[in-house]
T-cell receptor, first 114, second 113 residues
Framework: NAGVTQTPKFQVLKTGQSMTLQCAQD?????MSWYRQDPGMGLRLIHY???????DQGEVPNGYNVSRSTTEDFPLRLLSAAPSQTSVYFC?????????????FGEGSRLTVL | KNQVEQSPQSLIILEGKNCTLQ??????????LRWYKQDTGRGPVSLTI?????NTKSNGRYTATLDADTKQSSLHITASQLSDSASYIC????????????FGAGTRLFVKA
């Protein structure tokens, strides 16, 4: 049982390049989300999904796109990378809509934009 | 403004000693509060979750307390081990038509031999 799997673990981009961070979970969770973690700050919600075909914006959505075509996968796309998007990105999933309380996180993807 | 403040920012203790981490929040309405442990280079892992009616929740050597009146929570670690070196994150959830989670910045704990 892998839980939440993120790829890649590390990535370096040049300003203006695009890329996709992959996230997959095998726990049949309806809720999936993307966060970014910056030094000295709490995790901030980028986008989330409450089920296949349903996505919504979080606290810091600008510059990112998501889609949810299956229950298992929730990729995060950076359309035109900027240095301000240098961060560690975490994908998380939960049973239901957080009412049960526990978020299961992936191992993170460290992105550097030059 | 919904906020979660954690203190101290970092803490160094000797192996075997106890410590207490603090979390103050201004999130309203309150739904639940969770503590997560994040090892360096890893994703956060849940330690405890408490709802409004719960005052104390234990998970092995970790004991979380909640005072919903003063909007404070603490995480007490007993007989610390080197493996307790990590960041501890307080997370408060609110429900206003949909769930919102607010993360604290975390307390970085270093346990020295």
């Amino acid at each position: 049982n892998a839980g939440v799997t993120q790829t890649p673990k590390f990535q370096v981009l040049k300003t203006g390049q695009s890329m996709t961070l992959q996230c997959a979970q095998d726990m049949n969770h309806e809720y999936m989300s993307w966060y970014r973690q910056d030094p000295g700050m709490g995790l901030r919600l980028i986008h989330y999904s409450v089920g296949a075909g349903i996505t919504d914006q979080g606290e810091v959505p600008n510059g990112y796109n998501v889609s949810r075509s299956t229950t298992e996968d929730f990729p995060l796309r950076l359309l035109s990378a900027a240095p301000s998007q240098t961060s560690v990105y975490f994908c998380a999933s939960s049973l239901g809509t957080l009412r049960s309380g526990e978020l299961f996180f992936g191992e993170g993807s460290r992105l550097t934009v030059l | 403004k919904n906020q979660v403040e954690q203190s101290p920012q970092s803490l160094i203790i000797l192996e075997g000693k106890n410590c207490t981490l603090q979390c103050n929040y201004t999130v309203s309405p309150f739904s639940n509060l969770r503590w997560y442990k994040q090892d360096t280079g890893r994703g956060p892992v849940s330690l405890t979750i408490m709802t409004f009616s719960e005052n104390t929740k234990s998970n092995g050597r970790y004991t979380a307390t909640l005072d919903a009146d003063t909007k404070q929570s603490s995480l007490h670690i007993t007989a610390s081990q080197l493996s307790d070196s990590a960041s501890y994150i307080c997370v408060v959830s609110s429900y206003t038509g949909g769930f919102k989670t607010i993360f604290g910045a975390g307390t970085r704990l270093f346990v020295k031999a």
